[in-house]
C-alpha cells in the first residue's frame, strides 16, 4: 500500500518562494513513478511535473516557464517540489501522487495514489 503526505504549503506573497514536500511509503519510489498537481478552486486538476520510475530528468507543464523543479530523496523517501517567482495563479490544493505506468503521464488517470494535498496560497 501506497502512502503519500504532503506538507510545506501555506500563504506567500507574490515573487516569494515555497518548498513542498512528499513523504512516501518505503520502496515507493523503486516501484512508481511520482508527480505533481495543482486544483485551484472551480477548475480540474492539472499536471505540474512528473519524474519516471526509472529516474531522468523530471517533465513540466509548458505553463511554469522554469520556476518549479522537481526532486527526491530516496533514502528519506520524500518527494520535493521546489516553487520560485510564485504567482497569484500558483495558488492552489497540490497533490502528489505515484504511478505505476512508465515515463512521466500527464494525466491524473494515470496516477492510482494520491496524498491529501497542501494549500499553497500567493497573494498579490
Known amino acids: 500500500q501506497v502512502q503519500l503526505v504532503e506538507s510545506g504549503g501555506g500563504l506567500v506573497q507574490a515573487g516569494g518562494s515555497l518548498r513542498l514536500s512528499c513523504a512516501a511509503s518505503?520502496?515507493?519510489?523503486?516501484?512508481?513513478?511520482m508527480g505533481w498537481f495543482r486544483q485551484a478552486p472551480g477548475k480540474e486538476r492539472e499536471f505540474v511535473t512528473a519524474?519516471?520510475?526509472?529516474?531522468?530528468?523530471?517533465y513540466y507543464t509548458d505553463s511554469l516557464e522554469g520556476r518549479f523543479t522537481l526532486s527526491k530523496h530516496g533514502a528519506k523517501n520524500t518527494l520535493y517540489l521546489q516553487m520560485n517567482s510564485l504567482k497569484p495563479e500558483d495558488t492552489a490544493v497540490y497533490y502528489c501522487?505515484?504511478?505505476?505506468?512508465?515515463?512521466?503521464?500527464?494525466?491524473?488517470?494515470?496516477?492510482?495514489?494520491w496524498g491529501q494535498g497542501t494549500q499553497v496560497t500567493v497573494s498579490s
Open positions: 501522487a505515484a504511478t505505476a505506468a512508465y515515463g512521466t503521464p500527464i494525466y491524473a488517470s494515470s496516477y492510482a495514489y
Open positions: 518505503e520502496r515507493t519510489f523503486e516501484n512508481y513513478g
Open positions: 519524474i519516471s520510475r526509472t529516474g531522468g530528468n523530471a
